[in-house]
């Protein structure tokens, strides 16, 4: 480069770097004027500058914790009354990369796929009751007492605007997992469904309602639930951490049994686990978990046994690693992705 | 839990989303007026509390993004101004002054954060070294002089000799990423 330049290039990087001065940025300010070629090289740095400033930016941010320090802004502003001066905003050194814990269950919160549709309404009753419904993702939602929900894709929540002192009360359907925080006096209750009722003290669990015949099924993951059918609340089953009931109009009985499905949280966690998993079970599962319409062109692949952890993987990473793992072929079309194949390749 | 009116609570969901959808966006967006970092995240900050305090009154149809951009362009022109560095030439060379400048869309695919990686990699190691201090680290030139007990002369040259050559290793990406707007303009 011609050593004149190294002059001008220094000066181009100083402005972009925000280290110019009024007089630099004058002088810079000349330069440019003076030839086409010199506008030319300025824009041309100003490109990988915004490319590279893109990624350092996204890379250093934290939203998580520029969400914190926003709250704590505005709960500032609130408890003061005052507006204060936007730029006195204080940002904390330290980095707490665990959330804080409000209930006496504990589970890590993962959002897992992209823009969740949420629609929270209210309609007039004689005591507001509040509405949360997942449309296209996952949606989380904040309860009066502080209980914390996420609800997958299609589900919905309905609580009242605030709770009776004798009890807390919702009514729920489809699939989703709740955290509950601890009120020794004042039970929650969970209408699942039409007839089910879980009887909740403090504890985190998942709730799916969503299977045909009118069953609902509850997974505990902390703490202790009661779940009856609601015309015969003597008949509690209790369930223990680990433990899944399912209650079925169907049968008369419940059915208690320990809790096999590693992947009853992956609709939440993004975290699917297979260890000689049929690959029908891993193609159910895939589409459950990413909404895809995958389909087996051999039902006899079907059996093929796949052993994998994918951990925040996409649904297209998942299928490279079927493909390439069973020696299948993956075809795409329109919204259909078809799996072939003709043996296992043990 | 303090107890907080539900109408709070409800909004305070929403605005979570929106936010952590915004904010990143939004930093970089600032920080093509200001070039410095704690200054971008700040004006962002701001503009979201700024938002927060009058969101009954506006209208919830209205581009919340849009919105949050032109109060961030006024904020931004101002600190220039109050700092003296404000100039309004160059300003408009970037596109930034007048009219509000557009939030940019997702200049970084996986791939092109690779060939970015790569081309870092590259760099001579005192002349990459200075390079992430200033541009990932968002060390300024005299800390970064201090820190490595150099001129600040030299980190000057050296920050050009980076930028001369990520200029040449991306020139085919930023092709590739303007040829890519266009087609999403069309």
Known sequence: MDPNNTY???????????????????????WLEESPENLKLFTDYRKSWEVLEQLSVYRKLDVNDEWKVFEKTIKGAEADSTITSPL??????????????????????LLMLCVSGVIIYRYAATTET??????????????????????????????PEKFTKEARIVKFQGEGFFEVSRHPD?????????????????TSFYVNTCNSDSMVEVILTTGKLAVYRKDQPDQKT????????????????????????????????????????????????????YRTDVIL?????????????????????????????????ITRNEKQVKISGTGCNE | MEEQPLQQILDRTVFETLFKEHFKELVFFAQRYVKDFDTSREVVQSAFVTLWEKRETLDPTRNVKAYLASVIHNRCLNHLRDHKKFNANLLSLEGLSGSIAQTSDDLIAKETELIIQQAIDEL????????LLNRFEYMKYQEIA??????????????????????????????????MAMWNAN
Request: charged fraction near 25%.
């Open chain 1, 238 to 289: 209790i369930l223990a951490p680990g433990e899944k009931v399912i209650i079925s109009d169907k049968q008369p009985r419940v059915e208690k049994s320990v809790n096999t499905d590693v992947n009853y949280m992956a609709w939440k966690s993004g975290k699917l686990v297979f260890e000689e998993t049929p690959l029908k079970e891993v193609v159910r599962l895939l589409n459950k978990v």
């Open chain 1, 8 to 30: 001008y290039n220094d000066l181009i990087v100083k402005y972009f770097s925000g280290e110019a001065n009024e007089q630099e940025m004058a002088e810079l300010n000349l």
């Open chain 1, 130 to 159: 509040i509405t949360l419904v997942a449309t296209t993702g996952n949606s989380e939602g904040l309860l009066p007492d502080g209980s914390h929900v996420t609800l997958a894709p299609g589900s919905s929540l309905a609580y």
């Open chain 2, 124 to 131: 001579p190691e005192k002349c990459r070294e200075i390079f």
């Open chain 1, 297 to 329: 062109e051999q039902p006899e692949i079907g059996n093929c046994l796949i052993t994998a952890t994918f951990e925040n993987q996409s649904a297209d990473a998942v299928l490279h690693v079927i493909e390439e793992t069973l020696s299948l072929t």
């Open chain 1, 88 to 109: 006195q905003v204080e940002y904390r050194a330290s980095r707490t990369k665990k959330l804080v814990v409000r209930f006496a269950a504990i589970a890590a919160i």
């Open chain 1, 186 to 202: 004042q039970p929650f209750f969970i209408e699942a469904g039409d007839n089910v009722r879980i009887e909740v003290l403090g």
């Open chain 2, 146 to 179: 201090d820190h490595l007990g150099i001129s600040v002369k030299t980190v000057e040259t050296q920050m050009s000799k980076a930028l001369q050559h990520m200029r040449v290793r991306l020139a085919d990406i930023i092709g590739i990423l303007a040829l």
